[in-house]
């Protein structure tokens, strides 16, 4: 089956710069990538999500890149704020394997100000 | 648009007792997600049904765990007899189907078993 693997586990960065997580998935048929966003005790979250057949998609301050040759793909969060201080997940998904979403471990983003 | 509904919010229990969990999923939602997320990891998905007929079930604890979604729309979660590695959040999540579509999530129920 599908397997997520997610880096790093923890980040911190200072109020204003950037910050980068990646995701590398094994299923090559795997075609749906969202990320998520989880404050603490709270619900996953949507924040941007992208499909097999466009290689980068952009929403203000976040951007998604996604590399198929690799089975990579990655967050960017440009101009941290501190209010992006949460859990990120990325996921998975192809019709191999019931268009089920298969999450990873999870970043901890800790933006200081 | 009213998002998905879980209760209860918080239930403790103890080992080898049973406890049922209840989801409404957003209207016109066709598929229907359990997930079991343990503190400090990725949510996990149990079950998932495509109106009310099971599309994946294969991570589900079939000895201990059942689930079902009559009529296509509400959803239960049962687990009898708990054990203590189930304490964890139980995520309902809906889509509108298979296959891309954004999963709107519930807010949980958080499991203590003793």
């Known amino acids: 089956g599908e397997n997520v693997e997610q880096h790093p586990s923890t980040l911190s960065v200072q109020e204003g710069d950037s910050a980068v997580i990646k995701c590398t998935y094994s299923d090559s048929a795997s075609n749906y990538f969202p990320w998520y966003k989880q404050e603490l005790g709270k619900r996953p979250q949507l924040i941007i999500d992208?499909?097999?057949?466009?290689g980068e998609k952009k929403d203000q301050r976040i951007a998604v890149t996604l590399n198929k040759t690799a089975k990579h793909f990655s967050l960017h969060i440009t101009e941290t704020q501190p209010e992006d201080s949460a859990v990120y997940f990325c996921a998975a998904s192809g019709k191999e394997y019931g268009n089920k979403l298969v999450f990873g471990a999870g970043t901890i983003l800790r933006v200081k100000s | 648009e009213a998002g998905v509904a879980q209760s209860p919010r918080y239930k403790i229990i103890e080992k080898r007792q049973s406890v049922a969990f209840w989801c409404n999923p957003i209207s016109g939602h066709a598929t229907l997600y359990w997930y079991q997320q343990i503190l400090g990891q990725g949510p996990k998905l149990l079950i998932q049904f495509q109106n009310n007929g099971v599309v994946d079930d294969s991570q589900l604890p079939k000895d201990r765990f059942s689930a079902e979604r009559l009529k296509g729309v509400d959803s239960t979660l049962k687990i009898q007899p708990a054990k203590l590695e189930d304490s964890a959040v139980y995520l309902c999540a809906s889509s509108l189907g298979l296959g891309g579509y954004e999963q709107y999530f519930g807010p949980g129920t958080r499991l203590t078993v003793t």
């Open positions: 992208i499909r097999s057949n466009v």
